[in-house]
């Protein structure tokens, strides 16, 4: 039930597992269950964390008048990682995909637009430069514009159809100085 592990890799798991010591594969079992009920969506950007504010929207040295808007938790990770970026993030969980039947009440694009009610100088669409997240980034500026508030799109530089997850720091970044104006 994995995702990207197949039969074969799954069997040789199972075996492996079974070749464990039992304590060893109930501490396992027993992070996971705990990890599933502990984890929930940050009261502010709404990614994963263990407590109400994650990390990044608790940190007060961070500026929270600059949102960087992403697909998952896991491209923010990828922008954590180069370390360079101080502003805050918000995680939609998913882009706008007319095809397969996500609009865009299916991603967290309500929880945006309420927290630019407060003193917020840019947005910046980090969306995946595939149809979906082109499609996100142009509903988000139509937003927006009406508030005033400026919203940039991160430079390509990213190739078309690529995940951020898997983009070197150094091509993310540059797409990052490289941003315009939607
Ligand atoms: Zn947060």
Redesign the pocket.
């Known amino acids: 039930m994995l995702p990207g592990i197949g039969t074969k890799t799954a069997q040789r798991l199972a075996f492996y597992l079974i070749s464990q010591p039992e304590e060893r594969v109930e501490k396992l079992a027993r992070s996971m269950t705990e990890a599933r009920k502990n984890v929930r969506y ?6 994963l ?1 263990d407590s109400e ?6 940190d007060r040295k961070r500026d929270h008048s600059q949102i960087m808007v992403v697909e998952t938790p896991g491209d923010l990770a990828a922008y954590e990682k180069t370390g360079k970026y101080a502003g ?2 918000h ?1 939609l969980h998913g882009a706008i995909s007319p095809m397969l039947g996500v609009g865009p009440d299916d991603i967290r694009l309500k929880e945006l637009m309420r927290r630019l009610e407060g003193d917020i100088k840019e947005v910046i669409v980090a969306t995946n430069s595939s149809l979906e997240g082109e499609t996100t980034a142009m509903y988000i500026s139509k937003l927006i514009k009406p508030v005033g508030i400026p919203v940039t799109r991160i430079a390509s530089g990213v190739p078309v159809g690529g995940d951020l997850e898997n983009i070197d720091e150094v091509t993310l970044l540059r797409a990052l100085d490289g941003r315009t104006q939607l």
Do not use: R, W
């Open positions: 940050c009261k502010t950007c709404c990614t964390t504010e994650c990390p990044i929207c608790a805050v993030y995680v």
